[in-house]
């Protein structure tokens, strides 16, 4: 609590009548024990008395959460590996249960053209689905003490 003094004009001077219970300090109280007290001030020579009922208070252990990381979610891909055939020739792409044949049927138009059969094989990689990991907020409780 801060008292204030209003109306008047100079310097302000503090003094507590029993400074075991309140101290002043600028107008600040700071409460010491239980008790009352009569906290006075003094502007030109006029005295000003404001009495202060200092009560018991009880320390209180409080706790409060503090996070030392973030909940968050990771989604992480499921792939699936499927090969195609891909032509040298022409570039064309087979994929699929019935490649091979498919290839072979169009490797033959190449062949009675003269033009060869070759082909290469790759992987493809397909995402068919996420996995999804829940990872809760970690922490951990605080105590503090305040008085009530």
Known sequence: MVLSVTGGTGKIGWKSSNSGIAK??????????????????????????????VSEKQRVEKKRWVVTKEARTVNTPIYERVGYIECLICGEIFQGDNMGEEYDAHESNHLKNDEGGQYTVKPWDTIIGWEVTEYPEEGYFESYWVYE
């Open 24 to 53: 002043v300090d600028n107008g600040k109280i700071i409460a010491v024990k239980a008790g009352q007290t009569t906290i006075t001030a003094i502007q030109n020579g006029k005295k000003m008395n404001c009495t202060v009922t």
